[in-house]
Every structure is written in structure tokens, then in C-alpha cells.
């Protein structure tokens, strides 16, 4: 059971990491980059680290992804936005 | 003389006495100047995008190279999990061994990386001090890297920030950032019990602070969170490790002389500095988070 859902997240994090590389659009990107941190994050807890799964869930997932939104507003890639 | 000749032939000819320089003057001015070799020119943007197969044929054989090579390094790494390898040797065994007696953490991961090897951990605090001076020095704003035109944009955005209506964002920022910050708060000083410690929690802490500044603007953070206090807290926490682990380090890091009291492990008030230097590296870590997204959005902490 635990070996058949860790081959899914690992097909998955395969797939995200692909889409990330394969995308034109860079705010899907990262909102995919997004998915990938989270899928390594429950990769992470059942390797049984789960300090690291912490860690990667609240980088990877949140501050990181804030950071490229910002880097995204900075040079007016984003719609909507100011000069978007 | 009039013909040209190449450097050689007029080298010859003035040894031979046939050519002498009669009127300097005059082929002073009279020579053409030499050529100077442009390579900026050479290298025009027609010239780089005229090469695409060229680039493409590199970019594959690149990517393909380090694919390769990083794959046939992960075929010489010794099974997973297996006990005769390399990494399970007498370090390991001895840590998990004594770890409790010596350091007085039942978190063994925070026993490590706080006590055993602090020096580490205390570079890795640096680095991420030093990244957020960097980010300090290229995008704060002061007189001579600001316009008038970004100063009436920040206004406008400031005016936003007061008087737009965002109830999800607001009522979501007023209700989950106390959580969110409680729950880093309890990781931080629990780092010596159970899995988590100064980076995460500092990491959890620094996401708190963001949602409450994107829901609410940061005029109102400022009103407790300045730059003065980010660099109070930053440079604060780094000194205090900074004592902490010199005391340890000047006692032969054996804590002789003046034992640190290790109290009883997994009692919240034990293992000797772990807890001091876990909250000293979550406030650095929470501090340089929220410090990355202030500069990043406003350019002002």
C-alpha cells in the first residue's frame, strides 16, 4: 500500500517537474513549481523526516512561491496588474 | 610610395636606405588611422539569433552530458537503506547512543545540528543574513535610486492598501496569521523535543508576518515591525549565537568548567543551549523572510 502511493507521488513529482520545464506561461509555472513542493513534502514525511517535510511545505511551497509572484509584479509580467 | 606596402617590405626598405621619412610632419597627418577591431559590433543581435541550431544542438548535448553524468553518479550510490553502508559507521551509532546524555535533546536531528556541529548552523545563519543584505543593498530605496514617478505609485498603493475592500483576504489574514505565527512559535521552542526547530518554524513564522502584510499593507506592519527592529533582531540573534557557541567552543566545547544545566530530557526547559540558539536562528530565519518580501514589494521594510 505505502510503496504503491509512493510510486504515485514519485510519477507525480516526474509529471510536475516536466510540466514546470515545459510550460510557456510562467505564472503556471510556478503555481506547478508550487504543486511539486508539496508532493516532495509528503515524499519527505514518509521517508520519515518530517522536520524536513516542514521545512520544504513552508519554503518551497509558501515563501518561495510568494518570492516569484513578487519577481513576476517587479518586471510587469503579471495581468491585472500595474503596467501588466 | 604611394602604393601600399606591408610592414615587412617598409621595414626592409628603411634598413636597405631606399625609404626615409623625409616630411614627418606630413605623414603624421597625412596616414590613415588604424581600425579599431569593434567586437560589440561584431556580436549584434542578428549575429546571436542567426545561430539558433547551433544553440540548440549545445543546449541538448549540455543537458544530456549532465544528465548522464549526475545519472551514472546515482548508479555508484550505495543502496538505500542498507546496513553495511558508508554512512552507517561508529558517528552514527555513537550519536544515537549518547546523543541524550551528551546533548540533552530528544529530538537527535536538533542535538546535531545545534550541539555536535553549531559552527555549521551558524554559517548557514550567516548566509542567509548576508543573502538579505544583499537584497538590502540593491533594492532599498533612498534619494538616489527613487523617482517621482515610483513615489506617487507607492502613494497609490497606499491608498489601496487603506481604502479597498479585500474581505476574504482581511477577515483570512485576521484570523489565520495569529494562528500560523502560535503554531511557529510552538516548532521554535520545541525544536529539542520534537521534529521542526529554528529554520522551520522561523520559515512558518516569516509566512505568518507575509499574509498579515499582504491583507493589511505594511504602513501597519510598520507600526511594530521597522527596519530598526529587523536589523535589532537580525544582528541581535547572530550575536547571541555568536556568544553562546564561543563560550561552548572556548571550554573545549565539553562545557567544562561551568556545565550548562542539561535538565531532564524532554522536559520543555532542558538540553542545554539548544533552545537559546533555536530561538536565536527562528527570529533570524522569520526576520529575513519577511525582510525578502517587504524589499521585494515595497523596497522599504
Redesign the interface.
Known amino acids: 500500500m505505502s510503496t504503491g502511493i509512493q510510486i504515485i507521488l514519485l510519477v507525480f513529482l516526474i509529471v510536475c517537474a516536466l510540466a514546470v520545464s515545459f510550460t510557456k506561461n510562467l505564472f503556471i509555472a510556478v503555481i506547478v513549481f508550487m504543486g511539486y513542493s508539496s508532493i516532495m513534502a509528503v515524499i519527505w514525511l514518509l521517508l520519515e523526516?518530517?522536520?524536513l517535510a516542514?521545512?520544504e511545505a513552508?519554503?518551497g511551497a509558501?515563501?518561495d512561491s510568494?518570492?516569484f509572484f513578487?519577481?513576476l509584479k517587479?518586471v510587469h509580467y503579471l495581468k491585472g496588474t500595474?503596467e501588466g | 610610395m604611394g602604393e601600399k606596402k606591408s610592414v615587412w617590405e617598409h621595414l626592409k626598405a628603411w634598413v636597405d636606405g631606399e625609404e626615409v621619412i623625409l616630411d614627418a610632419d606630413k605623414y603624421i597627418v597625412n596616414r590613415s588611422k588604424r581600425e579599431k577591431k569593434n567586437w560589440r559590433r561584431n556580436f549584434s543581435m542578428e549575429y546571436i539569433r542567426g545561430n539558433v541550431k547551433l544553440y540548440r544542438f549545445l543546449s541538448i548535448a549540455i543537458s544530456v552530458l549532465f544528465i548522464g553524468i549526475m545519472l551514472s553518479v546515482v548508479n555508484d550510490l550505495p543502496e538505500f537503506g542498507n546496513p553495511a553502508n558508508p554512512a552507517d559507521n561508529e558517528v552514527m551509532e555513537r550519536y544515537l547512543e549518547s546523543g541524550i546524555e551528551e546533548t540533552g535533546a530528544t529530538?537527535f536531528?536538533a542535538g546535531m545540528i545545534l550541539d555536535y556541529r553549531a559552527f555549521d548552523t551558524f554559517g548557514e545563519a550567516n548566509v542567509l543574513f548576508l543573502a538579505v543584505m544583499c537584497v538590502v543593498l540593491l533594492l532599498k530605496k533612498d534619494q538616489k535610486n527613487y523617482s517621482a514617478k515610483e513615489e506617487q505609485?507607492n502613494r497609490e498603493d497606499d491608498f489601496f492598501d487603506e481604502n479597498e475592500k479585500r474581505p476574504i483576504l482581511q477577515i483570512g489574514g485576521k484570523l489565520l496569521a495569529p494562528l500560523i505565527i502560535l503554531y511557529g512559535i510552538y516548532?521554535i521552542l520545541n525544536g529539542h523535543l520534537s521534529?521542526?526547530?529554528g529554520?522551520?518554524g522561523g520559515?512558518?513564522i516569516?509566512?505568518g508576518l507575509?499574509l498579515y502584510a499582504s491583507a493589511y499593507g505594511q504602513k501597519k506592519m510598520q507600526t511594530f515591525f521597522t527596519f530598526r527592529t529587523f536589523t535589532l533582531i537580525c544582528v541581535g540573534g547572530l550575536l547571541t549565537y555568536c556568544a553562546c557557541k564561543s563560550y561552548s567552543f572556548f571550554t573545549g566545547a565539553n562545557h567544562v568548567g561551568f556545565e550548562i544545566p542539561k535538565g531532564i530530557p524532554g522536559h520543555i526547559l532542558s538540553a542545554g543551549f539548544i533552545l537559546p540558539l533555536n530561538i536565536c536562528v527562528g527570529l533570524i530565519v522569520a526576520c529575513t523572510?519577511y525582510g525578502?518580501?517587504a524589499l521585494?514589494?515595497k523596497g522599504d521594510i
Request: glycine letters at 12%.
Open positions: 523526516s518530517p522536520d516542514i521545512t513552508a519554503v509558501g515563501v510568494v518570492l513578487l519577481t517587479k500595474r | 529530538n536531528v505609485e516548532v521534529p521542526g526547530g529554520f522551520s520559515t512558518i516569516g509566512a507575509i523572510m525578502f518580501y521585494f514589494t
